[in-house]
């Protein structure tokens, strides 16, 4: 590998850092950091849900199941994603949660990256 490549595996790679993959997190000489843009891989078990609502989002995101079925939680609507590829999308200021109805894998993008937002 060199300072401009990185290959790995989402799944072992996402154990390490709660999930995510790419954003300001990451240390600044490694390819994966970036202040553009935040990529996690969420692997969900059934019943599993957000502790609380995240408000006062700053970040654009994209959440698009993998497999499993996901709820999204928006103010004023709930969003069910339960065919492989189903995707949402919400833009700054929308507050939202999460609950997996069964086993769920997400890939969420999230821009810009932020920080002092916590990576969870």
Same mark, same amino acid.
């Given at each position: 590998?060199?300072?401009?490549?990185?290959?790995?595996?989402?799944?072992?790679?996402?154990?390490?850092?709660?999930?995510?993959?790419?954003?300001?997190?990451?240390?600044?000489?490694?390819?994966?950091?970036?202040?553009?843009?935040?990529?996690?891989?969420? %692997?969900?078990?059934?019943?599993?849900?957000?502790?609380? @609502?995240?408000?006062? +989002? /700053?970040?654009?995101? $994209?959440? =698009?199941?993998?497999?499993?079925?996901?709820?999204?939680?928006?103010?004023?609507?709930?969003?069910?994603?339960?065919?492989?590829?189903?995707? %949402?999308?919400?833009?700054?200021?929308?507050?939202?949660? @999460?609950?997996?109805? +069964? /086993?769920?894998?997400? $890939?969420? =993008?999230?821009?810009?990256?932020?920080?002092?937002?916590?990576?969870?």
């Amino acid at each position: 590998m060199n300072d401009t490549v990185y290959v790995g595996n989402a799944g072992k790679d996402a154990a390490l850092d709660r999930g995510w993959l790419l954003g300001h997190f990451k240390d600044a000489s490694d390819p994966r950091y970036s202040e553009d843009v935040e990529i996690k891989w969420g %692997v969900h078990p059934q019943g599993e849900e957000r502790a609380q @609502w995240v408000t006062g +989002e /700053e970040r654009t995101a $994209l959440l =698009v199941l993998i497999s499993g079925r996901f709820r999204v939680e928006l103010p004023e609507r709930s969003v069910l994603l339960a065919e492989q590829g189903d995707y %949402v999308v919400w833009g700054r200021g929308v507050d939202h949660s @999460w609950y997996a109805e +069964e /086993e769920s894998v997400v $890939l969420t =993008v999230r821009w810009p990256s932020v920080p002092g937002f916590k990576a969870i």
